[in-house]
């Protein structure tokens, strides 16, 4: 038996998905009174997005985790106006949102070399100042990282969420026969004949109680915040994570990843969703898959088989039920054309909402 507790702390620690920072901008230099000078300005501070950069290694390089801008110069007889500090930079991976410590947004960076000032240098001295410079800003930020995929798997551990895209993209994820294989967020890319690409972000499995911080919690779910669509993973054969713990069928493993995403953010459960029902190789899978189509034909017939307080306040409908084996490949090719139909649905479906909106602002413009 492998003990989960120990292999989740000591993988999980190498991976930093968020990162509290002190930054300050420089302070201005002082005037010259005498002479009426300038000082310099002091360097802001600003936060830069650069590709294949993680937090981990802004953690391990500045181990202080401080950054402040350059203090501008004093203004003197040689120079009467002081120089401005430099700005000081801090190199950070594609896709974070930037907080303050209590939780105001700052900026998103989505794209390499996107720039964000998280704190002003102070003013260098001037007549207007009586000559006397200004701090910089300081303050703590916090540099949260959400990955941004078209598609994010939401499953129980062993599910088979990593096999599946393993056996659907060029991703090469950690497969292993114990709970709790992947610790970290992954995302591959789907290509298609014609070009079209689709991210799938592979993330770590979800348990009864993930919402009281079970298993790895449900903190990763924020991942699939800003995802499309959803993909439920399930094994056919349903789920038991130690010889304590409940077997969940299939079909209770579905409604209780649904309760498991309304206790995290109602809004996740409005996402359209597909649901994939895997290992369909094992012996009994058609039986048990049958059973689960009937099942979630009428999923409220069946609900006692939850715990009263796991049941979810609106069962999800699938737009698509797909039996697949990621072993042997079965049903791979279906479920990527399922995918692609699905978000091309989805699109279709985004666009045609903003024309509605539009011609409905245009209808009110004319009546006004
Ligand atoms: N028989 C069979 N076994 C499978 C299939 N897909 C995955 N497995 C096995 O199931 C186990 C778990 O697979 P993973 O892909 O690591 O599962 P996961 O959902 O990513 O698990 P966590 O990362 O722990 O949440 C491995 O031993 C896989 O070889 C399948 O289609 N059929
Ligand atoms: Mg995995």
Same mark, same amino acid.
């Given at each position: 038996?492998?003990?989960?507790?120990?292999?989740?702390?000591?993988?999980?620690g190498n991976?930093?998905?968020?990162?509290?920072?002190?930054?300050?901008?420089?302070?201005?230099?002082m005037?010259?009174?005498?002479?009426?000078?300038?000082?310099?300005?002091?360097?802001?501070v600003?936060?830069?997005?650069? $590709?294949?950069?993680?937090?981990?290694? #802004? $953690?391990?390089r500045?181990?202080?985790?401080?950054?402040? /801008?350059?203090? +501008?110069?004093?203004?003197?007889?040689?120079?009467?106006?002081g120089?401005?500090?430099?700005?000081?930079?801090?190199?950070?991976?594609?896709?974070?949102?930037?907080?303050?410590?209590?939780?105001? #947004? #700052?900026?998103?960076?989505?794209?390499?070399?996107?720039?964000?000032?998280?704190?002003?240098?102070?003013?260098?001295?001037?007549?207007?100042?009586?000559?006397?410079?200004?701090?910089?800003?300081?303050?703590?930020?916090?540099?949260?990282?959400?990955?941004?995929?078209?598609?994010?798997?939401? +499953?129980?551990?062993?599910?088979?969420k990593?096999?599946?895209?393993?056996?659907?993209?060029?991703?090469?994820?950690?497969?292993?026969?114990?709970?709790?294989? %992947?610790?970290?967020?992954?995302?591959?890319?789907?290509?298609?004949?014609?070009?079209?690409?689709?991210?799938?972000?592979?993330?770590?499995?979800?348990?009864? /109680?993930?919402?009281?911080?079970? /298993?790895?919690?449900? $903190?990763?779910?924020?991942?699939?915040?800003?995802?499309?669509?959803?993909?439920?993973?399930?094994?056919?054969?349903?789920? *038991?994570?130690?010889?304590?713990?409940?077997?969940?069928?299939?079909?209770?493993?579905?409604?209780?990843?649904?309760?498991?995403?309304?206790?995290? $953010?109602?809004?996740?459960?409005?996402?359209?969703a597909?649901?994939?029902?895997?290992?369909?190789?094992?012996p009994?899978?058609?039986?048990?898959?049958?059973?689960l189509?009937?099942q979630?034909?009428?999923?409220?017939?069946?609900?006692?088989?939850l715990?009263?307080?796991m049941?979810?306040?609106?069962?999800?409908?699938?737009?698509?039920?797909?039996?697949?084996?990621? %072993?042997?490949?079965?049903?791979?090719?279906?479920?990527?054309?399922?995918?692609?139909?699905?978000?091309?649905? +989805?699109? !279709?479906?985004?666009?045609?909402? !903003?024309?509605?909106?539009?011609? *409905?602002?245009?209808?009110? *413009? *004319?009546?006004?």
């Amino acid at each position: 038996m492998v003990n989960f507790s120990r292999i989740c702390l000591r993988k999980y620690g190498n991976f930093v998905d968020n990162l509290r920072l002190y930054v300050r901008g420089g302070s201005g230099g002082m005037g010259l009174p005498r002479l009426g000078g300038k000082g310099g300005n002091g360097g802001d501070v600003w936060v830069v997005a650069t $590709k294949n950069l993680t937090l981990k290694m #802004i $953690k391990d390089r500045y181990p202080q985790k401080r950054f402040v /801008g350059e203090a +501008g110069s004093n203004s003197s007889v040689r120079a009467l106006k002081g120089e401005n500090g430099k700005d000081k930079e801090v190199f950070a991976p594609v896709g974070i949102t930037v907080t303050t410590d209590n939780g105001r #947004i #700052i900026g998103d960076l989505n794209a390499d070399g996107d720039r964000l000032l998280v704190a002003k240098g102070g003013s260098g001295g001037t007549s207007y100042s009586g000559f006397e410079p200004s701090k910089g800003q300081a303050k703590q930020i916090r540099l949260d990282l959400k990955l941004i995929a078209d598609l994010g798997l939401v +499953g129980f551990p062993n599910a088979g969420k990593s096999s599946l895209l393993t056996a659907l993209s060029n991703a090469t994820p950690e497969v292993a026969s114990y709970a709790f294989t %992947t610790l970290k967020p992954q995302i591959g890319k789907l290509m298609y004949g014609d070009y079209k690409q689709i991210s799938v972000a592979d993330l770590p499995g979800l348990i009864e /109680g993930a919402h009281m911080n079970k /298993g790895m919690g449900h $903190k990763f779910l924020k991942h699939v915040e800003r995802t499309k669509q959803l993909m439920f993973v399930v094994d056919v054969c349903g789920f *038991q994570l130690a010889s304590k713990t409940e077997f969940r069928s299939a079909f209770e493993a579905v409604q209780l990843l649904t309760k498991e995403l309304e206790l995290y $953010k109602q809004e996740l459960v409005s996402k359209p969703a597909l649901l994939v029902v895997n290992k369909m190789d094992l012996p009994d899978a058609e039986d048990r898959l049958t059973e689960l189509q009937e099942q979630l034909q009428n999923p409220e017939e069946f609900s006692d088989l939850l715990p009263a307080d796991m049941i979810p306040k609106n069962y999800l409908t699938f737009r698509h039920v797909i039996p697949v084996s990621a %072993t042997t490949g079965f049903g791979i090719d279906h479920l990527k054309s399922c995918i692609r139909q699905s978000l091309d649905e +989805g699109a !279709a479906e985004e666009s045609e909402a !903003a024309h509605q909106e539009k011609l *409905q602002a245009l209808r009110h *413009q *004319q009546h006004l």
